[in-house]
């Protein structure tokens, strides 16, 4: 029985496999749409569209570098477990990805879904590889830098927290000190590069905060507004140091700051940092419950 590219993504849509997987169903099926999607079923594919409604909190933030095209990639995958996320195979799929992401350049993750990645797309590849793990796989985000400068990466306790930071003007024997800097990032999480690129509106923000936490202060209830906001203003130079990288305090020698270290060595022009799973909200689950609810089933059956 033939069968057509629209029987095609009629399977994939509704097994959730990829186009490869599910046209070589089909012609396993010899074009039978019901016999192609047990074919999948029995393959273990279709099962990985089950899992696309599960939380994945866990995961690894990633780095590739292509220094000869001058590009650098962060990138972060989830799946459910920490398990996972620790294993040779689960790492081989950041890496893979990453190096499409170098190649490619997409504009997000939609767009990275549909790049070519072996002999299908990134979408197929993540599809079969949720299969094949058996826990819901997700990319989550990236960051793409190219430049005629130099990339420099730090990937800390195997993928919890990634940085990438660019630099220009890297002088000779720098090398050590830009990598001291990426190590800076992760341990500081700085927001900004150098004061002057704090927004009107965030400096103005905390310059409220601190007048009002002033103001509530009896020692100070008596001063004149005007005179706050001058001891506001020298304040701020502690909000630097805590948001600003050149103006933090360096981490292996807290008596000179970032910039001090830095000297004319180098210029970092820009920085990305990926703490693992930041913002997504983990499931927690009632081990009782879960056991009380398998035990259930089990009586059933």
């Known amino acids: 029985m033939a069968f057509t590219a629209k029987d095609v993504m009629t399977l994939r849509d509704k097994s959730g496999a990829g186009m490869l997987d599910c046209k ?72 893979d990805v990453a190096k499409v992401i170098a190649e490619n350049k997409p504009a997000d993750v939609e767009a990275l879904n549909a790049c070519k990645l072996g002999d299908g797309t990134v979408k197929d590849y993540i599809t079969g590889a949720t299969a094949v793990i058996g826990e819901k796989i997700a990319i989550r985000r990236f960051e793409v830098y190219e430049t005629s400068g130099k990339i420099e990466t730090y990937i800390h306790m195997g993928g919890k927290v990634g940085v990438m930071v660019e630099a220009q003007d890297v002088k000779e024997g720098a090398e050590e000190t830009l990598h001291d800097i990426a190590l800076q990032i992760a341990a500081s999480k700085p927001g900004y590069v150098t004061r002057e690129e704090v927004p009107a509106e965030v400096v103005a923000k905390e310059k409220e905060i601190m007048l009002v936490q002033m103001q509530n202060d009896e020692k100070n209830a008596k001063k004149p507004k005007e005179i706050l906001e001058k001891i506001v203003t020298g304040k701020l130079g502690k909000f630097y140091s805590e948001a600003c990288l050149m103006d933090q305090p360096f981490v292996k020698d807290d008596s000179q700051t970032v910039a001090q270290v830095i000297g004319s060595k180098f210029k970092v022009t820009r920085f990305v940092r990926y703490e693992m799973g930041e913002g997504i909200e983990k499931k927690h689950e009632d081990l009782s419950a879960e056991v009380a609810k398998q035990v259930e089933a089990m009586k059933k059956n």
């Open 24 to 95: 070589k169903a089909l012609t396993d099926a010899d074009g039978d749409m019901e016999k192609a999607a047990e074919l999948l079923r029995e393959r273990g594919i279709a099962k990985a569209v089950k899992k696309e409604g599960r939380i994945a909190a866990e995961g690894v933030v990633g780095a590739y570098v292509c220094e000869k095209c001058g590009v650098g990639v962060l990138v972060e995958i989830n799946c459910e477990s920490d398990f996972v996320s620790k294993g040779d195979k689960f790492h081989g799929i950041v890496a």
